[in-house]
């Protein structure tokens, strides 16, 4: 990287990197069914992570006839990333005062 006038430029290498990247994960927004790679760039998770969720069957997926290639369906696999909602503090003590209100001592 060369510093000039409080600006960053790129080398060629890094703005390949960037490139591939953006280029990758707009492919993987035109699709439905997604390879592992694809999974990869959708969900920020390692190769390694995502084959440990299917094991655990934690992850929808799909094998393909001869059992070798893996493939998800991006609803399911934003349905899985959405599934785990944290409630806000605001709704916790909501729950907490109705909880409260319904079960005096």
């Not at 060369?2 to 990758?24: D, P, R």
């Not at 694809?38 to 059992?67: F, M, N």
């Not at 909602?85 to 909501?94: F, H, I, N, Q, S």
Request: overall charge positive; glycine content about 4%; proline content about 4%.
């Amino acid at each position: 990287m060369i510093m000039s006038n409080e600006q960053t430029i790129m080398s060629n290498e890094q703005f390949n990197k960037l490139y591939s990247a953006l280029t990758g994960i707009a492919s993987v927004q035109a699709k439905e069914a997604l390879n592992i790679e694809d999974v990869v760039l959708y969900t920020g998770l390692a190769k390694s992570t995502i084959y440990k969720l299917c094991w655990a069957q934690k992850l929808p997926y799909y094998k393909d006839p001869q059992g070798r290639t893996l493939h998800f369906k991006k609803s399911e696999i934003e349905g899985w990333m959405l599934a785990h909602r944290t409630p806000t503090a605001a709704e916790l003590a909501a729950q907490a005062r109705a909880h409260c209100a319904n079960n005096p001592r």
